[in-house]
């Protein structure tokens, strides 16, 4: 049997884009998602997953591959829709509401997937601050 996918949108984009590090972000945040939804699922406790911080080290390497002067520049619309819902995805945890964590990460999923879709677009590089 196959394990669910939380983050359809955001791997494809990342494949896409060539956003290695988002990638391997968004298959671990994947992974603890998936951990974080068995426990919502058999009434355990999901809060001891930790997926918050798996998914401020996606959001974190997301801000890095699109470029820190455009995530909270021009793409800060994105950013704040990632907040949102990773901010909805942690009220479900704690409600230990399964339906409202599945809502929520197709949020968050879309949010993330648009900024990346968004760069690429744009062309990698043309928003990332010269160091």
């Keep these: 049997m196959r394990s669910p996918t939380f983050l359809p949108l955001t791997t494809g984009a990342a494949v896409h884009a060539g956003a290695h590090a988002v990638l391997h972000r968004a298959t671990e945040a994947d992974r603890a998602a998936d951990a974080c939804w068995a426990c919502l699922l058999t009434g355990a406790d999901a809060g001891e997953c930790g997926l918050g911080a798996w998914l401020r080290r996606l959001s974190e390497a997301t801000s890095a591959y699109t470029g820190t002067r455009w995530w909270f520049g021009a ?3 994105h950013r704040e829709r990632v907040a ?7 009220d479900a945890i704690t409600d230990g509401d399964g339906s409202e964590f599945a809502r929520a990460f197709m949020g968050y ?6 900024a990346l879709v968004c760069t690429s677009e744009r062309g990698r590089g043309k928003h990332r601050a010269r160091l």
Excluded: K, M, Q
Aim: aromatic share 0%; proline share 6%.
């Design 84 to 90: 949102r819902a990773h901010g909805r995805i942690e």
């Design 109 to 114: 999923d879309h949010a993330l997937a648009g």
């Design 75 to 77: 793409g800060s619309p």
